[in-house]
């Protein structure tokens, strides 16, 4: 019988790919401030918080900024990327992730959600995934993002887990250290060159080789 009894996924990019609106929003933001943002650039800003990611993309930018301007810019970023998942449904659920979290339900793993987003419920609630958690853990919730391992633990904690018996579903390089700086399972999301540190990696959930590399994880 498995070691592993809870299953914490991240939410952009693992459940829905709103990866790229978070990118048009990024780049909307640069484009007022004059510089170019491109989709390569983004890629350093996945898995990690509002606040790091405007660092860096001031950094880009070669901006440095006031501490009441970065605030400005932050709401503003986020102003964006709210309107462009207002309209967000389940089509952009990504292949195979409802089968599989309904095969390891049916196997007794708890589910929880672990995302530095703080639009995390809104989003889940937009494509009708909120009843498939027993607990949700988002940018909210925590106070420091990925790679600190904070959200990760909160959210075995709710569900009364032992970190050792967690099972992280990660598409981010920052994501995958925090999974294992909390002493858990890591199962990486993607290109293998970007997530190296994960203990596997797989390309997605609807690939039949993939598939069953991760639910052998629970039986």
């Known amino acids: 019988m498995s070691e592993y009894k809870t299953a914490i996924f991240d939410l952009d990019g693992v459940i829905v790919d709103t990866a790229k609106y978070h990118y048009l929003a990024w780049k909307c933001l640069a484009d007022e401030l004059g510089f170019e943002f491109t989709e390569h650039d983004n890629e350093r800003l996945k898995g990690i918080s509002r606040r790091k990611s405007l660092e860096i993309l001031l950094d880009i930018g070669g ?3 006031d501490e009441k301007t970065k605030i400005t810019l932050s709401e503003k970023k986020n102003g964006w990327y709210v309107a462009f998942i207002k309209n967000i449904s ?8 409802i089968d599989f979290i309904k095969e390891i339900r049916s196997l007794g793993i708890k589910i929880s959600l672990g995302s530095a987003s703080k639009n995390a419920r809104l989003i889940l609630q937009n494509i009708g995934m909120t009843e498939y958690f ?42 995958i250290e925090a999974a294992k700086s909390a002493g858990m ?7 293998r060159d970007i997530l190296e540190k994960a203990d596997i990696v797989v390309g997605g959930f609807s690939g039949s080789k993939d598939r069953k590399i991760i639910e052998e994880l629970f039986k």
């Open 134 to 175: 027993d607990a949700i853990v988002d940018g909210n919730c925590v106070l420091k993002a990925k790679p600190d391992p904070e959200v990760f633990i909160a959210a075995a904690g709710r569900l009364g887990s032992e970190r050792r018996e967690c099972v992280v579903f990660e598409d981010a390089e920052a994501g």
């Open 90 to 97: 389940s089509k952009e659920i990504l292949p195979g992730v």
């Open 185 to 191: 399972y890591a199962v990486g999301i993607g290109r």
């Open 63 to 65: 901006m440095r900024l």
